[in-house]
Nanobody, 123 residues
Framework: QVQLVESGGGLVQAGGSLRLSCAAS????????MGWFRQAPGKEREFVAA????????YYADSVKGRFTISRDNAKNTVYMQMNSLKPEDTAVYYC????????????????WGQGTQVTVSS
């Protein structure tokens, strides 16, 4: 089992940047596919980005492609998401998630979730 704790959210103006971090407990972090999801007010939670256990494969939602970058440091049990050129529509609670599925971007295949961190982008 793995526990996830997100940090790095906050309030930023449109066009600004934030870097989210997700710290994981446990000695098997390097075996998990990791993902970021987000939920805006009144909307369902949606996929944002995912990274394979070895870090060489990444995948992004079209809405963030070219602006967000997911990365991981297995030595630090941490996954990151650098968010640039933020837009008001990026406002949401961002969740980190983990799965032992070798590769997936399907939300219901992620077994472990953090508590979320709020990102608010003002216009």
């Amino acid at each position: 089992q793995v526990q996830l704790v997100e940090s790095g959210g906050g309030l930023v103006q449109a066009g600004g940047s934030l870097r989210l971090s997700c710290a994981a407990s446990g000695r098997t972090f390097s075996t998990y596919t990791m993902g970021w999801f987000r939920q805006a007010p009144g909307k369902e939670r949606e996929f944002v980005a995912a990274i394979s256990w070895h870090g060489s494969t990444t995948y992004y939602a079209d809405s963030v492609k070219g602006r967000f970058t997911i990365s991981r440091d297995n030595a630090k049990n941490t996954v990151y998401m650098q968010m640039n050129s933020l837009k008001p529509e990026d406002t949401a609670v961002y969740y980190c998630a983990a799965t032992r599925v070798r590769w997936t971007v399907t939300q219901n295949e992620f077994d472990y979730w953090g508590q979320g961190t709020q990102v608010t982008v003002s216009s």
